[in-house]
């Protein structure tokens, strides 16, 4: 069965300094895609980055970037340059079953920016 | 962007009453929606997925009874929680899907 984990329940990093925040996945399909949502306050879920599994490069969005490592079935979020309102819930969520455009969500990580 | 919204945005009912909850997808059309469930400080954990005109698939635990799902339109999808108790109080985020899920602002429910 597909499986997203996520291993650290909080995060503290200085502001303007990178954090790494990580995300493992379990799946038999070959085809795969895996997300990363921000989760404010608000509720809102916001996306940030997708990575398919036969994408041969890592994504990037801005700040964001997405370190996979297929052999290791793992996709860590990096966030450069973190701001204060970075500060918020982060969700990686992987399509589970493939093709089905359902998505299972790991249990989050709650980051907090340090001024 | 695709954008999703959801009515209404925060609920309080009493025991016993019904609420029902919109989601619609405002510039683009949604063969698929889905509605998920958040308790605090707890992941999304999905209830059900709707196709329009078809009966709604529900997860594992979910009782389809009582929540009543109704996918109208290839905009509109609602969640109606029959006979509210406080233990429905949540945050509940739909999601409506054309290639990748687009996701609604979510609907605090409060049941008292």
């Known amino acids: 069965a597909q499986k997203i984990t996520q291993t650290q329940p909080g995060m503290f990093v200085q502001e303007k300094e990178a954090v790494t925040l990580d995300c493992t996945y379990d799946t038999s399909d070959p085809s795969y895609g895996l997300f990363w949502y921000k989760q404010p306050s608000s509720g809102e879920m916001i996306f940030l980055i997708y990575q398919g599994s036969y994408d041969q490069q890592n994504a990037t969005e801005g700040r964001y970037s997405l370190n996979f490592q297929k052999a290791r079935k793992s996709a860590n979020l990096v966030i450069s340059a973190s701001q204060l309102g970075d500060s918020a819930m982060y969700f990686c969520a992987m399509e589970a079953p493939s093709g089905t455009y359902k998505y299972i969500f790991g249990t989050g990580t709650r980051l907090k920016v340090l001024a | 962007g695709a954008v999703v919204s959801q009515h209404p945005s925060w609920v309080i009912c009493k025991s016993g009453t019904s609420v029902k909850i919109e989601c619609r997808s405002l510039?683009?059309?949604?063969?698929?929606m889905f509605w998920y469930r958040q308790f605090p400080k707890q992941s999304l954990m999905l209830m059900a997925t709707?196709?329009?005109?078809?009966?709604?698939?529900?997860e594992q635990g979910v009782e389809k009874d009582k929540f009543l799902i109704n996918h109208a339109s290839l905009t509109l999808s609602t969640l109606t929680v029959t006979s509210a108790h406080p233990e429905d109080s949540s945050f509940y985020i739909c999601?409506?899907?054309?290639?990748?899920?687009?996701f609604g602002p979510g609907t605090r429910l409060t049941v008292t």
């Open positions: 999601s409506a899907s054309s290639y990748e899920q687009y």
């Open positions: 510039d683009f059309q949604a063969t698929t």
């Open positions: 709707s196709n329009e005109g078809s009966k709604a698939t529900y």
